[in-house]
T-cell receptor, first 113, second 112 residues
């Protein structure tokens, strides 16, 4: 089954404790992206990657890092999480060609205390 | 600055009626626009795409229109059912690096 898998689905942690949210897709997509979703603000893009070893900032990249060492994986790293990063996070992937839709994971709910 | 607005945060309609959701945008010239459905606790799921040179697109009970003069897209669900209850998001192409800008969504509730 074609899917985007995120882990963990839920995490409660404390300020300053480094964490990584993993994202993996099995569709051989070149393009991958991370979003955060907050009430009233919609989905906002954090980082994206157009292929292996190619990453770029989205609209709200501050406080986040990413890497793309393999085509299928695109982890999101919070080196020193803060309470304002409490949010619902989604990973998405799509082919690079044309206007193909994005396939989303089921989200990771992060709470930073 | 670029802005997307979806008509209302919540829309309630009676089963069997047509639901109409609105997506307005300013300071964009998108090549295409997409609509997604999001259920609680799930990621958005793609429904329909419409390009700038298309006026209307249909898929089963769904219809999307795109008016680049009015800078507006309308999303219609005909013969609505309680199972159509969800949040619907519009997303606009930003013209570079395959980036999309999403609206904040309209929560549709279809009452039996």
């Amino acid at each position: 089954e074609a899917q985007v898998t995120q882990n963990p689905r839920y995490l409660i942690t404390v300020t300053g404790k480094k964490l990584t949210v993993t994202c993996s897709q099995n569709m051989n997509h070149e393009y991958m992206s991370w979003y955060r979703q907050d009430p009233g603000l919609g989905l906002r893009q954090i980082y994206y990657s157009m292929n292996v070893e190619v990453t770029d900032k989205g609209d709200v990249p501050e406080g986040y890092k990413v890497s793309r060492k393999e085509k299928r994986n695109f982890p999101l790293i919070l080196e020193s999480p803060s309470p304002n990063q409490t949010s619902l996070y989604f990973c998405a992937s799509s082919p690079m060609q044309g206007d193909q839709p994005q396939h989303f994971g089921d989200g990771t709910r992060l709470s930073i205390l | 600055s670029q802005k997307i607005e979806q008509n209302s945060e919540a829309l309630n309609i009676q089963e069997g009626k047509t639901a109409t959701l609105t997506c307005n945008y300013t300071n964009y010239s998108p090549a295409y626009l997409q609509w997604y459905r999001q259920d609680p606790g799930r990621g958005p799921v793609f429904l329909l795409l419409i390009r700038e040179n298309e006026k209307e697109k249909r898929k089963e009970r769904l219809k999307v229109t795109f008016d680049t003069t009015l800078k507006q897209s309308l999303f219609h669900i005909t013969a609505s059912q309680p199972a159509d209850s969800a949040t619907y998001l519009c997303a606009l192409d930003r013209g570079s690096a395959r980036q999309l800008t999403f609206g904040s969504g309209t929560q549709l509730t279809v009452l039996p």
